[in-house]
């Protein structure tokens, strides 16, 4: 384990928070935890997690790194839970994941006899809006967190709406940022499509300039055949600092358009505006980032939609591996909605 932030001098009690991945989720906690940390300064806020995502969090919250390949099996978590215990001497626990590895960490704390508080994934009601049974608004991941971590006793209020700081743009230059890709083929947009919104955006305020976001390799030299002129391919992974790298360039933005990715809950991190496109995926589930609102997101209406929450299925209308939900979104609702958010000439 490593630690980040302040120093074991640090006599307060300590919150630890279990949040192991995905990234994006992670990202949403950091304003609810940010928020906690601010509200309670007489607590000390840990957040057990992969090292890589300690820079979404500001120095007001505490990130232990966690190598869980170091930790396999039952051994393994019995030896971690341990050593949290030995460490920091919990006056309490946040399971905000619900997985196999946290159950086993939060029963062991409990059974030392640490308060411990489990997030309620409301998966009966993510099952009635995939099957079709229930059309509205689920409680958020945000507030899902919040309530968390009120049941052991650290309220965060309301979450702060920029934990790293706002958004600092850098001229009155619109800089836009396009991230196309996501972890399941159904949530990206076709290339060809954004290239259009992108040539559209261009072509209203030829002043923007374009940053598309996308991993090193495949996704880079498929960007790079449909960039423009003058635009600028940021292979993410490959920045100097990377993560951190990557954040540091989105604070500069004006707005980013995503889908229902990480890069969406990044952005807000600054709270860069997001305007966000959906496909098989819906902002029913809970996901939407916090700084995409309902006028910034863009999505059709479906009969099946949404038919997953994480965007892993397969289409339940195409046999040829499209997603018409994503598919059928115009380049020119895209361009649209972006220009809207952007400063005047």
């Known amino acids: 384990m490593t630690a980040h932030a302040n120093g074991s001098d640090d006599r307060r009690p300590v919150v630890l928070i279990l949040r192991f991945s995905a990234l994006g989720d992670v990202a949403m906690t950091s304003p609810v935890v940010t ?10 806020f840990v957040v057990v ?22 930790y ?11 050593e949290l215990r030995h460490k920091y001497r919990p006056a309490a626990v946040a399971d905000l994941h619900d997985v196999i590895r946290t159950r086993v960490i939060r029963s062991l704390m409990r059974l030392a006899g640490i308060p411990v508080a489990t997030i309620d994934k409301g998966r009966a009601d993510k099952k009635a809006l995939v099957s079709g049974t229930r059309r509205e608004q689920l409680v958020s991941i945000p507030s899902r967190y919040a309530d968390t971590l009120a049941r052991i006793g650290f309220d965060p209020g309301i979450p702060v709406p920029a934990p790293l700081g706002p958004a600092h743009p850098v001229d009155s230059k619109p800089r836009i940022g396009i991230a196309p890709f996501a972890a399941h083929q159904g949530k990206a ?3 060809g499509k954004m290239a259009q919104a992108a040539a559209m955006i261009r072509a209203e305020r030829p002043d923007a300039r374009i940053y598309w976001f996308c991993a090193p390799g495949e996704e880079t030299e498929r960007v790079s055949a449909i960039a423009a002129e003058g635009d600028t391919v940021v292979p993410t992974l490959g920045l100097p600092g990377g993560l951190a790298g990557e954040l540091d360039l989105m604070a500069t933005l004006h707005v980013m358009v995503s889908m229902d990715s990480g890069n969406m809950h990044l952005a807000a991190l600054h709270g860069v505006p997001v305007v966000s496109l959906w496909g098989p995926t819906h902002p029913y589930a809970g996901f939407a980032g916090t700084t995409s609102p309902d006028r910034l997101r863009v999505q059709t209406t479906m009969p099946c939609r949404p038919c997953s929450i994480y965007g892993n299925r397969p289409c339940r209308v195409s046999d040829d591996g499209t997603y018409p939900c994503i598919g059928s979104i115009a380049p020119e609702a895209v361009a649209r909605i972006t220009l809207s958010t952007l400063p005047p000439r």
């Open 35 to 44: 928020a906690a940390a601010r509200r309670h300064p007489s607590a000390r």
């Open 189 to 191: 947009y076709p290339l």
């Open 72 to 82: 396999k099996g039952l051994g393994g978590l019995l030896r971690l839970a341990r």
């Open 49 to 70: 997690t992969r090292g890589c995502f300690a820079p979404f969090f500001p120095p007001e919250v505490e990130v232990e790194s966690v190598d869980l390949k170091s």
